[in-house]
């Protein structure tokens, strides 16, 4: 679907890269200053490349030999960028409306406007909104231009983590609802795994790996221990009821339950939770009389070292990655097929 | 650096040393001789041949008689003034500033036709000009300078006045008359003979009666001051000298006829009218507020269209200036800024050269005052539509291209909307420059009340009267415009930083 053969120098750095994806949502990630945004500009055409040759579903964007070059506005990219880039002097919703000339039928205004619960803000102006608002005007934007393909320029960054989470769920609804192919740069890798099927770990202006998030981040050279902190796993749950008396939620993950802590009800019946890797903690057999709430069985599906730690990936319905010891590894023989419990404090759990 | 410090210091100590070195031989102070423009240049010779017999150096600044007469009037340290206009010299007579009997005529002019056609016979009378194929004619202020009112005489005195009024384009003085008609386009105009003498271009084609118009005439007189310069009088005596005379014969002017008294018969048509109306017109009060409105009006109108035409070039050129990567935009920047540096004048003769070889017929009309002053305010517009746009997110033109929008498009809904303020602000100082337009103006489009005299060329031009009382009126309406226009401008500025600086709402 999208071939993409780039070089590109600025200043002293080179981007040299080819990648190629057919996937729906395709992430590049890697460190700053590892090209990722560059590759995006260049999709989009912000940026010539030197040398190259940019083709997307049959459309070609770029090619230096022959020379051809297609203006960003013939490139239907919708680009979200990391700063929102809202047009200040607009309400929301003629920023909404910007691309909407562009015609064909793409993803509808009230559709739009209800998947990103922007309706109550439609007659403000962007200074009026709040961080996370203004990344849901832009993607609102983006949308609305009937692209061919998104392109997401770190679009949680900037924002703090309550607000962040609130704007990756409207994002992954987005993904799923519209169905239109993605370019997702991050340097998050949790971000990465919940929003990619496929992923581009770029260093140094150069492809280092391609593929699914799951099979890549164990490669080596990908993580470093500072991913490994930041890894969590996102997923979402159902049938979520609260429990005023012990002001948690109580929800699903397939047929087991899981009890969160949350101060607020929760007005989702299918909420988006997040458990950091290293706060799952996994037992050889059920723990009784336990503090934690949560007490779940798993199955191991791969054990597997990066860095000085050791991944191990568990089935609970969905996947878990959890962050353990080497020695922890010995102790339970951890391996493929093993039983497992996955033990989680309820206020572990993050609802985004 | 350091050695550059020491230059410049060894520089000046060399300059004072000269000061000094010349203060020292000089055992009398220079005579000093404020001398109407027009005399000046025999003035040099005169002081020349002075110099050599009596051995006092003469230092002689040149101006417009009116100027020199408020110099005057304001304390200057002048010891002889020779006008080139007896009304000044009257001004300062009754002010008690001259001595009175030091006051002598000492030389006359003739009023002369030229032309830059030599297919012309000498004309046997002034008629000629009544027919339109001598074009335009140049002559210089009759409200202001004294050319100009013995030229209006004299048309009166013929009757020709009325029919050549329409095509006559007003020079401030004289000497701009003559540069109207040497490189400025027109064929046909009335000065001195003296002034013809220093050209070779122009032929004199009629020689008006000296009995046709009020009697040319420059007095010369010693400026009384606490101190009168020892050679003041003999200076003085010396301007009635044969060889003083010879001298501004040899300038083209003439002598004073020698009788004592001569009772100078100007003709004059229609009813009686004193005499005192024809010199000093702009006394009336009525008229004086009808020429101030007049200038206000044409400001305006000037000003305003210099605007129109600046607005769409300065507002593309400014943003493509802050956008471009081309290899022109250095060459480009140039010739928009340089507007701003080179004297306004020689801006006003550039473009007063190039209406003229392109034939626009629009030289000396108000449209020529128009462009010159948009061409003098446009870099300011410039300027500051090119600060705003790049203030401006530079991400935000391509966003809005991302998303289909075509160039004109971004430019009309991004670019223009978000740098409004940059673009008004401009606006209100280039028409404040516009309308403060002087020196580019007066060139290229004359100094015409009710056609081209906006307020700074009305201001200029009252200075030079005998009568300037108009004056501070024009001043207070001038500062005023410019006052307002500067506020407006910073408080737009002023406006968009608060707007910057507004923190963003919380909560999400």
């Known amino acids: 679907m999208l071939r993409a053969t780039v070089t590109k120098k600025l200043g002293g750095f080179t981007l040299d890269v080819s990648i190629q994806s057919d996937v729906r949502v395709t992430g590049l990630f890697g460190p700053s200053g590892s090209g990722k945004t560059t590759l995006l500009n260049c999709i989009a055409g912000l940026l010539d490349p030197e040398k190259g040759d940019i083709v997307f579903s049959d459309t070609p964007y770029f090619a230096s030999d022959p020379p051809a070059n297609r203006p960003i506005r013939e490139r239907r990219v919708g680009y979200v960028f990391q700063d929102s880039l809202l047009f200040e002097h607009m309400s929301v919703r003629a920023n909404l409306l910007y691309g909407r000339n562009r015609g064909g039928n793409g993803p509808g205004f009230d559709d739009v406007v209800d998947v990103l619960a922007l309706g109550p803000q439609l007659a403000r102006k962007p200074r009026e909104l709040s961080g996370g608002e203004q990344r849901r005007v832009a993607i609102g934007r983006a949308l609305l231009s009937n692209p061919a393909i998104l392109l997401f320029d770190e679009p949680l960054t900037g924002l703090d983590a309550a607000l962040a989470g609130r704007v990756m769920v409207y994002l992954k609804r987005v993904l799923d609802r519209f169905a239109i192919p993605a370019l997702y740069v991050s340097h998050s890798i949790s971000d990465v795994i919940y929003f990619c099927d496929e992923v581009v770990v770029l260093r140094d202006g150069r492809v280092v790996t391609q593929g699914p998030p799951g099979e890549v981040i164990t490669r080596r050279g990908v993580l470093d221990d500072r991913h490994l902190t930041d890894l969590r796993n996102v997923f979402t749950a159902s049938d979520a009821n609260y429990d005023q008396e012990h002001a948690a939620v109580r929800c699903r993950i397939g047929p087991l339950e899981l009890l969160v802590y949350s101060a607020t009800p929760e007005r989702t019946p299918t909420p988006t939770l997040a458990i950091r890797a290293n706060d799952i903690i996994l037992a050889a057999a059920r723990p009784e009389r336990i503090s934690a709430r949560n007490v779940l069985p798993a199955t191991v599906q791969r054990v597997e070292p990066v860095g000085g730690k050791i991944l191990v990936f568990i089935d609970v319905g969905t996947t878990w990655i959890v962050e353990v010891g080497p020695a922890a590894v010995e102790e339970l023989s951890l391996k493929p097929g093993a039983a497992v419990f996955a033990v989680i404090k309820a206020s572990a759990i993050e609802l985004l | ?508």
């Open chain 2, 1 to 508: 650096m350091h050695q550059l410090g020491l230059t410049v210091l060894t520089l000046i100590l060399a300059i004072a040393g000269c000061e000094s070195r010349r203060g020292a031989t000089d055992r009398q102070p220079e005579l000093v001789v404020f001398a109407a423009a027009s005399v000046a240049d025999a003035l040099h010779d005169i002081a020349d041949a002075f110099e050599a017999d009596k051995g006092i150096r003469i230092e002689i600044s040149a101006a417009a008689s009116g100027v020199l007469r408020i110099q005057i009037e304001s304390g200057a340290p002048c010891d002889v003034f020779v006008s080139a206009d007896p009304l000044h010299m009257d001004r300062l007579a009754t002010a008690g500033l001259i001595l009175l009997d030091t006051r002598t005529d000492i030389a006359s002019n003739t009023l002369v036709i030229v032309t830059r056609e030599t297919q012309y016979e000498a004309w046997t009378s002034p008629e000629p000009l009544a027919e339109s194929a001598v074009g335009r004619i140049a002559i210089a202020h009759p409200d202001y300078a004294p050319a100009g009112r013995y030229a209006r005489s004299a048309l009166e005195h013929h009757n020709l006045w009325s029919r050549v009024e329409p095509r006559i384009v007003f020079g401030d003085n004289v000497r701009l008359t003559l540069q109207q008609l040497l490189i400025g386009g027109l064929r046909c105009g009335i000065v001195y003979a003296s002034d013809v003498a220093t050209t070779d271009a122009l032929d004199i084609a009629y020689r008006f009666d000296p009995k046709s118009h009020p009697p040319i005439r420059y007095p010369a007189a010693v400026i009384r001051r606490a101190n009168v310069h020892p050679a003041a009088n003999a200076f003085c005596r010396f301007l009635g000298t044969d060889a003083a005379r010879s001298i501004l014969r040899s300038h083209g002017f003439t002598d004073v006829p020698r009788s004592e008294d001569p009772p100078e018969v100007v003709e004059r048509l229609g009813p009686a009218q004193s005499v005192d109306d024809t010199v000093m017109p702009i006394a009336s009060e009525s008229l004086f507020d009808e020429s101030l409105m007049q200038a206000l009006t044409l400001s305006v109108r000037v000003s305003i269209v210099a605007l129109l035409f600046c607005l769409p070039i300065g507002v593309l050129t400014g943003t493509w200036l802050a956008r471009t990567r081309s290899a022109w935009r250095p060459i480009v920047e140039l010739a928009i800024t340089c507007p701003l540096v080179i004297p306004p004048v020689v801006t006003g003769l550039v473009v007063l050269y190039l209406v003229v070889r392109m034939r626009l017929p629009v030289a000396y009309t108000w449209w020529a005052a128009a462009i010159a002053s948009a061409i003098v305010a446009l870099p300011l517009l410039v300027r500051t539509v090119r600060a705003a746009v790049e203030a401006m997110d530079d991400r935000l033109p391509l966003v809005a291209a991302t998303l289909g929008a075509s160039r004109t498009r971004v430019f009309l809904t991004i670019t223009l909307p978000l740098s409004w303020r940059g673009v008004v602000g401009g606006a209100v100082l280039a028409w404040a420059r516009a309308a403060g337009e002087f020196g580019a103006t007066i060139v290229v489009a004359g100094n015409t009340p009710g056609k081209t005299q906006t307020i700074p060329l009305a201001i200029y031009s009252a200075l030079h009267s005998p009568d300037d009382s108009a004056v501070w009126p024009l001043v207070a309406v001038a500062v005023l415009m410019s006052v307002a226009a500067v506020a407006i401008s910073e408080a737009l500025v002023r406006s968009k930083r608060k707007q910057v600086f507004r923190a963003p709402r919380n909560g999400h």
